[in-house]
């Protein structure tokens, strides 16, 4: 994966095109229960495609804002709040119902988004994380390492990527 690659993702009929560049943060799967609640609201949507995986994880990649971008479709997309209060925004494409990213209303410089939409060679899953909420007949595989919560391995990735963005890197 160098600097300048870009992988595509789109939403399942194809109207919204997302372009994500260079290297992501990280590649991770999500077990909190915001994301399964997440998931399974949007799948709840008509239409709608399978946000989280079988095992009741969330696959996403992590993009830092100025390497990814809607290139195709920006009407479509709307946000959706697991509630009124939440600091995160579901983005979906109202056009077949897909959700194809996740974002803050302010202040993370980073985007989450959703690995099943993206098309071609993908980055490589490097954790999963949040897995003390993940259901308890899931028997995780220890392909990479698995955390009951947020490493601080984490932390530190979104910090770095923070400076190297302000550093114009
Ligand atoms: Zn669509
Ligand atoms: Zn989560």
Request: proline share 6%.
């Given at each position: 994966m160098t600097r300048s690659s870009v992988i595509i993702a789109t939403c399942s009929c194809g109207s919204?095109?997302?372009k994500a560049s260079g290297?992501?943060?990280v590649s991770s799967v999500c077990y909190c229960d915001d994301?399964?609640?997440g998931a399974s609201q949007i799948e709840a949507l008509p239409n709608a495609r399978a946000v989280s995986d079988p095992d009741g994880g969330?696959?996403?990649?992590?993009?830092?804002?100025d390497r990814f971008e809607c290139s195709k479709g920006a009407e479509l997309l709307r946000s959706y709040k697991l509630k009124e209060?939440?600091?995160t925004n579901r983005v979906i494409a109202t056009c077949c119902n897909?959700?194809?990213?996740l974002k803050?209303?302010?202040?993370?410089?980073?985007i989450s988004a959703y690995r099943a939409r993206f098309r071609g060679e993908l980055p490589p899953l490097q954790l999963r994380i949040c897995t003390k909420f993940?259901?308890?007949d899931v028997v995780l595989p220890e392909d990479v390492p698995n955390y009951r919560g947020y490493p601080l391995g984490l932390l530190v990735k979104l910090l770095a990527s923070r400076v190297a963005m302000s550093v114009g890197r």
């Open positions: 919204v095109e997302l290297k992501p943060i994301c399964q609640r969330t696959a996403y990649i992590l993009y830092r804002k209060t939440s600091a897909s959700a194809v990213f803050f209303d302010r202040g993370p410089h980073w993940k259901r308890d």
